[in-house]
Nanobody, 126 residues
């Protein structure tokens, strides 16, 4: 079992930045691929960014256009999402998720993830 707790959300003006954190406890953090998803009202949960167990290559939703950066610190059991140049359409609840599977292709669908945090609200005003 892995427990995930997100923090860092809030209200920001368009063009601003936020840094989300997701602290993990329980099992060995480095055994899990990690990802961030988001869900806006009335919309499906969508993949934002992902990072494999040992770091290395990162994966991003095409729509982000390079504005977000995912990173992880296995010594601190934490994954981060740095969000820059925020837009009103980035408004959503942001969730971190952990995948214990060993996959040839990085998973970008919610169903592939085994553990989820409670989410943190990000609101971008215009």
């Amino acid at each position: 079992q892995v427990q995930l707790v997100e923090s860092g959300g809030g209200l920001v003006q368009a063009g601003g930045s936020l840094r989300l954190s997701c602290a993990a406890s329980g099992r060995t953090f480095s055994n899990y691929a990690m990802a961030w998803f988001r869900q806006a009202p009335g919309k499906e949960r969508e993949f934002v960014a992902g990072i494999p167990r040992s770091g290395g290559r990162r994966y991003y939703a095409d729509s982000l256009q390079g504005r977000f950066t995912i990173s992880r610190d296995n010594a601190k059991n934490t994954v981060y999402l740095q969000m820059n140049s925020l837009k009103p359409e980035d408004t959503a609840v942001y969730y971190c998720a952990a995948d214990r599977g060993s996959r040839a292709v990085f998973a970008t669908t919610p169903g592939a993830y085994d553990y989820w945090g409670q989410g943190t609200q990000v609101t971008v005003s215009s």
